[in-house]
């Protein structure tokens, strides 16, 4: 496998779109757990990563965001965590294997689903346990960089961070999602940009970045670029997977109107600041994806 450092230090990478809505164009529905797709519907879940791989992406995120067993047991799925998140990299990791260029597949892992002590009841010994069984599952599967995303709680990364460097010896990368509150970016818990890479530098984080984020407008991740390449300050790289602009409500549904020329625009400024890893989050779609690398390569 070629180092990703290494590839880091040379050029920027594209890393892939939104999952979800790929899948209900499958078919999925609001009642289907979108891991049980890893299994039931592989072809599937092959087919998207591979339509991000032909978009020109060289991170594809494996289909795993809501895959803790905290998470998983909502749906009564828990006794088979390791099971889907293992398919889930597995997934992956073969149409980046088919690739004829090195494709990294990240081991996605979202918030928990639930609150540390004192905001809920999970203490920091259990949390390591549930996050150490996603990683070490996705691991299995053969995902090669970890992931926690869309994070807001400093605390439940620093425990994430440590569970991942338990599982392996591969990069790991964090991003949390920011609103943009009286202009200052947030996250749901408060911890500003500064703050969270700060800490996330001084657990070990590898990559650090942002995801999705609340209603930010594409000038809003613009300069959101600018404040976490401020914050992480060389020391590690920055990946930015932003949202195609900031939802619209139609029939109770989140509409994302931001065209394929929009994000490519945004995909190349975002290259030109600094940015190393830049992909899509919410409403980002393979045509998205494709006219983001037609501008940053
Ligand atoms: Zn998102």
Redesign the pocket.
């Known amino acids: 496998m070629h180092n990703l450092f290494e590839t880091l230090n040379t050029t920027s990478l594209l890393s892939d779109g939104?999952m979800g809505t790929q899948l209900i164009l499958r078919g999925m529905t609001p009642a289907d757990n979108s891991l049980l797709w890893n299994v039931d519907r592989s072809e599937d879940i092959a087919a998207v990563h591979q339509a991000y791989v032909d978009a020109g992406c060289r991170l594809l995120t494996s289909n795993t965001f809501q895959g803790s067993s905290t998470a998983l047991e909502m749906h009564g799925l828990a006794d088979r965590m390791s099971e889907l998140n293992r398919a889930g990299a597995s997934a992956a990791i073969q149409v980046a294997e088919a690739s004829p260029d090195p494709v990294w597949v990240f081991a996605d892992v979202g918030p928990f689903g639930g609150f540390l002590e004192p905001l809920g009841d999970t203490e920091p010994e259990e949390l390591l346990e549930i996050f150490t069984g996603q990683f070490t599952a996705l691991a299995a599967g053969g995902a090669n960089v970890a992931l926690l995303e869309?994070m807001s709680d400093p605390e439940e990364v620093g425990i994430g961070i440590q569970a991942a460097k338990q599982v392996g010896n591969w990069p790991v990368a964090c991003t949390y999602?920011y609103q943009k509150a009286n202009g200052v970016f947030r996250t749901m818990m408060g911890t500003t940009v500064e703050a969270a890479i700060d800490r996330a530098l001084e657990d070990g984080a590898d990559i650090v970045g942002a995801?999705?984020?609340t209603e930010l407008s594409l000038d809003d991740y613009r300069a959101l670029a600018d404040e976490l390449l401020k914050a992480a300050d060389g020391k590690a790289p920055v990946i930015l997977?932003p949202?195609a602009g900031a939802p619209r409500r139609e029939n109770g549904e989140a509409v994302y109107d931001a065209t394929p020329a929009d994000m490519a625009q945004l995909a190349t400024d975002c290259v030109d600041r600094g940015i190393k890893i830049v992909g899509g989050?919410?409403?980002t779609t393979p045509a998205h994806l494709a006219a983001m690398s037609t501008a940053i390569l």
Do not use: E
Request: hydrophobic share 20%; charged share 0%.
């Open positions: 939104a869309t999602a995801n999705c984020g997977q949202n989050c919410c409403g």
